[in-house]
């Protein structure tokens, strides 16, 4: 049984936009941290967002600041990650994450995440 199902993955020019999803299908009696993980070939896996279901307080590293927006919609417990002038060096296969509790701010680790997706692939031309 899928605990984590994503979609929105895709192919798009540099400055393009693009909306990955994620239902989560685990934690249902308790608040959780949900975030995405991306990994470009070669590279080592990296932290990219992650929002707490309980206020919806986010946090994003440095490099995707002011350009991709992490949302969550309790009703249907689908989470987003908007992102929007996309550059090549945004090509990876993204991973949508989740845990229970409160997230871990200040550092986006994969240590801090039990339940990861099948990853969506983002592809970046110049």
């Known amino acids: 049984e899928e605990q984590l199902v994503e979609s929105g993955g895709g192919s798009v020019q540099a400055g393009g936009s693009l909306r990955l999803s994620c239902v989560v299908y685990e934690y249902i009696y308790s608040s959780y941290c949900t975030g995405w993980f991306r990994q470009a070939p070669g590279k080592e896996r990296e932290g ?3 929002l707490w279901s309980y206020n919806n307080q986010t946090e994003y590293v440095d490099s995707v600041k002011a350009r991709f927006t992490i949302s969550h919609d309790s009703a249907t417990r689908t989470q987003y990650l908007l992102m929007n002038n996309l550059e090549p060096e945004d090509t990876a296969v993204y991973y949508c994450v989740a845990d229970s509790g409160s997230c871990r701010w200040g550092v986006i680790r ?6 990861w997706g099948h990853g969506t692939q983002v592809t970046v031309s110049s």
């Open 48 to 50: 990219v967002a992650q």
């Open 110 to 115: 994969t240590q801090d995440f039990h339940t």
